[in-house]
């Protein structure tokens, strides 16, 4: 069965940046902006454009560099930032405008002092002041998940009526679960009366660490655009990390519904260049695009993956953009890939009381030190050759 477009929505360089710390010069975004468009996301959310003069400049000149992905800006409701986000994207070949507002009575009460009659009609006035400027709106309930239902289903009908196109629930504050938050979406989309004339889009952060888990319950339940960034980066504990959701939904192929224009191979290299840029480290444990993503230690593992790899990997190293997956020499590795490393540097034994005595030499030596390097393993095998 032909499966549905998933969206691939990228705001590394707006909320991604909103990490602290984490801020980009105009031309550092449009490097990555030309990854993503190169890795083929979607949309890129390039920036904030009445943020700053600089983040003005960004949107525009990432506007001017990208041709086949949508160029995005975010805008809160108000006229003049609508205008700006306008204005920012005016040599887009593809634009959109991305306007919000909060959604939920702790937002409205205490932050915006708003009654909820007095948020439809401002996201109403902002849908239809973007549609001035651009024929793709999204609009964003701020912290949807921690919205009333009803209010949710009366804003989001009114805003489609407006002219929106994307409807985004952000679990803003990371608080939703993913069975809750994939129901909430479901029955937003078989209440509101006219769901089916917008794509719905969940945004998840990750102060529980469940904004993949959230992001693909939403997915389940009919989503079919998805907010996120590389390496999970943003405000706070981040994002929805892109190349889990990319790579969740393409080995789990027999559990979602949705493909995606993603060329996986770009992953680990967009992944390096965000890291280099905002100086944030990747753990080595992150999925996908840590250093130890592929890189087995086990001996047990070393002696699985060496005879058939699927034994203990899910996806191949090469397919997300790593040269090849990894063999590490420690304490916990066994003959075989001792063996392999020795026979991939020209290293062979001309009995097995060598090979063995070498094997004990590196167990040792693999005790005192994390890791062992083939400097290491040359000196121990010469070592061998010239016992003590
Ligand atoms: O987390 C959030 O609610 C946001 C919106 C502005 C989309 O980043
Ligand atoms: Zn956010």
Redesign the pocket.
């Known amino acids: 069965m032909a499966k549905d477009q998933l969206v691939i929505f990228d705001?590394t360089l707006r909320?991604g940046e909103q990490s602290p710390g984490a801020s980009m010069t105009r031309d550092e975004k449009v490097r990555i902006a030309k990854m993503l468009e190169k890795m083929g996301v979607d949309v890129i959310e390039a920036g904030f454009a009445i943020a700053s003069q600089g983040d003005f400049e960004s949107v525009r000149a990432v506007a001017e560099a990208v041709q086949t992905s949508r160029i995005c800006s975010?805008a809160r409701s108000a006229k003049k930032d609508i205008e700006r986000a306008g204005e920012a994207l005016k040599p887009a070949a593809l634009s959109r405008i991305?306007t919000?507002i909060a959604t939920s009575p702790i937002h409205m009460d205490y932050k915006l002092r708003m009654k909820p009659d007095q948020v439809v009609d401002e996201a109403v006035r902002a849908v239809t002041t973007a549609r001035g400027l651009t024929d793709d709106v999204e609009f964003?309930c701020?912290?949807a998940s921690r919205s009333e239902f009803d209010f949710l289903c009366r804003i989001i009908e009114q805003v489609i009526k407006a002219g929106a196109s994307t409807i985004?629930l952000?679990d803003?504050v990371g608080y939703a679960e993913p069975e809750e938050y994939g129901a909430l979406v479901h029955r937003l989309m078989n209440t509101i009366p006219n769901a089916d004339k917008a794509v719905f889009s969940v945004?998840c952060?990750n102060d529980l660490g469940l904004a993949v888990a959230n992001s693909l319950a939403a997915v389940l339940q009919g989503a079919r655009q998805v907010?996120c960034t590389i390496n999970g980066l943003g405000?706070r504990a981040g994002n929805a990390s892109l190349e889990e959701i990319v790579m969740a939904v393409r080995t789990r192929a027999d559990v979602f519904p949705v493909e995606t224009r993603i060329d996986a191979t770009q992953i680990v290299p967009t992944s390096r260049l965000v890291s280099t840029v905002t100086g944030f480290p990747v753990q080595p444990n992150k999925a996908i695009v840590g250093a130890n993503a592929f890189a087995h230690e086990s001996g047990i593992h070393q002696d699985g993956v060496l005879k058939y790899r699927e034994t203990y990997e899910i996806m191949r190293a090469e397919d997300v953009g790593w040269n090849t997956n990894k063999l590490v020499l420690g304490k916990h590795s066994g003959r075989a890939a001792f063996k392999a490393r020795l026979t991939e540097l020209g290293i062979t034994f001309d009995s097995d009381e060598a090979f063995n005595d070498a094997f004990t030499r590196f167990k040792d030596l693999a005790d005192k030190k994390h890791e062992i390097f083939d400097e290491d393993l040359q000196a121990l095998v010469s070592e061998v050759a010239a016992p003590d």
């Open positions: 705001t909320d975010l991305h919000f964003s701020e912290d985004n952000p803003t945004h952060h907010e405000e």
